[in-house]
Nanobody, 122 residues
Framework: QVQLVESGGGLVQAGGSLRLSCAAS????????IGWFRQAPGKEREFVAG????????SYADSVKGRFTISRDNAKNMVYLPMNSLKPEDTAVYYC???????????????WGQGTQVTVSS
């Protein structure tokens, strides 16, 4: 099991930027792929971005391609998600989650953080 803690959320105007962080502890961090998901009020949780164990493979939802960039630092047990050109529709609670590889379905991730709120005003 790996423990995950998200940070970096907040309130930002449309067009602005935020950088989310996911700090991991517990089992060997480099054994896990990390996914970022988000859940807006009244909507299902959706995949945002994922990064492989070594960081060489990344994947993005079409809605965030070109605006969000996922990266990881295995020496620091951290994953980052800089988010640029934010839109009101990006408003959601953002979660990081761990799995043995990148999956697009949330049920395939076993360990989750508590989430961080991102609010983008128009």
């Amino acid at each position: 099991q790996v423990q995950l803690v998200e940070s970096g959320g907040g309130l930002v105007q449309a067009g602005g930027s935020l950088r989310l962080s996911c700090a991991a502890s517990g089992r060997t961090f480099s054994n896990y792929a990390i996914g970022w998901f988000r859940q807006a009020p009244g909507k299902e949780r959706e995949f945002v971005a994922g990064i492989s164990l070594s960081g060489t493979i990344t994947s993005y939802a079409d809605s965030v391609k070109g605006r969000f960039t996922i990266s990881r630092d295995n020496a620091k047990n951290m994953v980052y998600l800089p988010m640029n050109s934010l839109k009101p529709e990006d408003t959601a609670v953002y979660y990081c989650a761990a799995a043995d590889r990148i999956y697009y379905s949330d049920y395939q991730y076993g360990d989750w953080g508590q989430g961080t709120q991102v609010t983008v005003s128009s």
